[in-house]
Structure formats: C-alpha cells, structure tokens
C-alpha cells in the first residue's frame, strides 16, 4: 500500500473475506494463505496443528546455508559421507569427487529436491549435519518458530522434524526477502555444469504427468513421506495479486493431490476475489464549518484513490464512511495537525480506517478584531436607529 504524506493508513480488517474449509473439496490436513500483497492472511486450516513436512524441510535447509556462505561459488568436493543415508530419497546424481558449488548445492537442495545436495551443503557448511541441525533450529528460534523443530536437514519422517503451516509461511515470508533464496525457490531448470546436468523443478513433473495447470504458480517446493504424507510450499500471481500457500498432509492416494489442492484454493480466490475501489480521489466525506475563518466552511476529502482485496459480491452502495473528530476548526489548528479519523465500513465490518489532517492553512480573523467589528456593527445599527427615530420625530413635529 503506498505511503501518503497527508494520509496515515492504520488498519486493513480482513473481517469479510474469510473462507471457511468446507468451501474446499481437498485433501490437505492443514493449510494457510497469503495475500502477499498486505502481508494478510486469507485462508486458514489448522494452521498451528504440528504436523511432519517432508522435503518443506529444505527451504529451512537452502536459506541456513545461504545465511552461513559467503561464498556461493566456492567448490565442494562430494565425499562418501555426503551420500549416507540417503539411498531411499531422491538424489541429483552426486559422485564422490564430484566439485559442485555452493550455488550449485542450493539449486539440487530445491529443484530436484535432492537429499546428496542437501548432505553435501549440511557437511560443507557446518562441518557436520548435526552442527547444521543446530544452526537450524538456531534460525527457526530466531524467527519465532515456536511450533518449528528440526533434526535432519532433508525432510526424512521423525517425530523430531515438525513445523506447522504457519511456521512455514512466516519461514517462506522471511526467506524470499533474500535475493539468492529467491531466485532459487522461483527457478524452473537449473544447470549443474560440475556434472553437466540440468535439474527442473518438480512442479513439472505434476503438470506433465497429471494435466494440471501451473502456469500462474511462480515457486514451489513440494514433499512427500509416507508420514508427512504430500506437501506444497507455493507462490502465485493472479491478476496482479501475490499469493502465497503452504499445504501440509495431503492424502497419497493421488500424487498430484497437494498441487490440486492448491489450486483449488488459489482458484477459489481468483475468481472470487479481487481489488476494488471502495473510495475515490477528491470524494467528499463531511464539511466542517471554521470558526472565524474567511472560508465559512473546510471540506474533508480522500487525496487518493483507495482499492481494497474484498469479495466480487460486494455492494458499493452499502459502504459507509463515517468520520469522528472535530466538529468545528478554529485558528488554533495549522496545516498537517491531525483533525480527525474516516472509518471505511461495510456492513458492520471496518475495511479501512485512517487518520485526516488538516492540508492547508486557512486564513482566520482575530478573535479580539473580530469582537470589535462586531461591537462597531452593533454601534453603528444603534445609531443609525436613534438617527431614524430623532428624524421621525421632527417630522412628526413639523406636520402636527
């Protein structure tokens, strides 16, 4: 929302577009959604149930290591301890002795989703994957992860590696503001020149192998355990809105079934949902009269063009705006004083509320000159008065 100097905006109520889950057909055991936009939740699902999370791990992984590297082009030489462990996890294909990069161990981490990556930028990092655990949950305690635990680096099924779709979103939210994390989480393919191997994302396996549709979804990483079941980390742009969605437990009945649930829910939005203008540019919203002003009246306006995210079904015509404050300015008040506040309401909801100020000065008369006009005026009518009652009166004389 863009700043104004004269305008201060204090609060975006999302109090009537909360969907609920039974509006939803899907599978996911929990969900949470973003319009990133505001920074706004949507959409929740037991958001703060602790449930595994598979390779959404990871994300907690790329953006450690990108935390704790200085040097994203430095060459790590893949050792037989990277590659224990891991037989059962899909893999990028490292050989020992293989010298990827850092950078090179980020994109395997998340594209492909590959646990030898993930060992291999752990190791490289830390010294050891239980030191990289460590800084791990170091990280989620500093972002105030409270229902967030770590103890492996790849996703694999515990009762010790659990977060909530909460966590993660707030995760996700803080890790896209790194331009390197960022880049990674957004990428489609990735070439690995050390092996000479270009990996894709797994999102393109579902829309190549199940038909769906993935074209408005910008980023992903996706999970699967036979515990955490299926997993989503998405993001999204539609119609110039910024999503973000994370699912968590979706049945494995389908392999496709955490996408098409976010889908579902992103699609559900979209159609129903979008900015609007709830006030224009100079709409008038109350005229206060001045008190010994030379303007008789100051009238409050909207200096811009206000558009909220509400629901398509929205009556216009049942928008209130309702302001409280002065009922009357004086000499007192100087431009950029604070003269009131403008709710936005509809329908018993505030959808917008902010503070008026007062955006020019205005020109009054002196309260003690403006006592003297009025004592001469008063003087003057007397006058005059006796002046007509004396020339009555010697009219009267002269005619009697």
């Not at 995210?309 to 300015?329: A, F, H, P, V």
Request: positive net charge.
């Amino acid at each position: 929302m863009k700043k104004k100097l004269k305008l201060i905006f204090l609060v975006f109520l999302f109090n009537i577009n909360i969907a609920y889950a039974e509006e939803f057909n899907i599978t996911s055991k929990s969900a949470i959604l973003y319009n990133m936009n505001e920074e706004k939740i949507l959409y929740q699902l037991k958001s703060d149930e602790k449930l595994q999370i598979a390779s959404l791990t990871k994300i907690m992984t790329v953006i450690t290591a990108i935390e704790n590297n200085d040097d994203l082009e430095k060459k790590v030489e893949i050792t037989k301890e990277m590659l224990q462990g891991i037989e059962e996890y899909t893999q990028v294909g490292f050989k020992v002795g293989d010298t990827p990069t850092i950078k090179d161990l980020l994109y395997g981490s998340m594209l492909p989703s590959g646990a030898d990556a993930v060992n291999a930028l752990a190791i490289s990092t830390s010294g050891s994957i239980s030191k990289f655990v460590d800084l791990m949950n170091e990280e989620a305690s500093k972002l105030k992860l409270k229902n967030t635990h770590f103890d492996n680096p790849v996703g694999m099924d515990s009762d010790n590696n659990y977060s909530t779709t909460s966590d993660i979103a707030k995760l996700l939210i803080y890790s896209l503001k790194n331009k390197t994390f960022k880049g990674v989480f957004t990428a489609k393919e990735y070439k690995i020149d050390a092996i000479n191997k270009t990996v894709k994302t797994t999102l393109t396996s579902y829309s190549r192998s199940y038909g769906l549709d993935v074209s408005n979804i910008t980023g992903a990483k996706s999970g699967f355990t036979d515990g955490a079941g299926l997993c989503l980390a998405s993001t999204a742009t539609i119609d110039n809105v910024d999503y973000l969605l994370i699912t968590l437990g979706a049945s494995t009945k389908i392999r496709s079934n955490a996408v098409k649930d976010s889908l579902e829910i992103y699609d559900y939005y979209s159609t129903n949902y979008s900015y609007q203008t709830v006030i224009e540019k100079n709409q008038k919203i109350k005229t206060l009269p001045i008190k010994w002003g030379k303007e008789k009246n100051y009238i409050i306006t909207s200096n811009q063009d206000i558009s909220l995210y509400l629901s398509n079904d929205i009556r216009k015509n049942r928008i209130k705006y309702i302001y409280s404050g002065l009922e009357e300015i004086n000499y007192k008040y100087k431009k950029g004083d604070k003269i009131g506040t403008v709710k936005i309401v509809y329908e018993n909801n505030t959808l917008y509320q902010y503070d008026v100020y007062l955006e020019k000065n205005l020109e009054f008369y002196h309260p003690v000159l403006y006592g003297i006009i009025i004592i001469l005026t008063f003087l003057m009518l007397y006058s005059l008065k006796h002046i007509l009652k004396l020339r009555n009166y010697k009219r009267n004389r002269r005619n009697a």
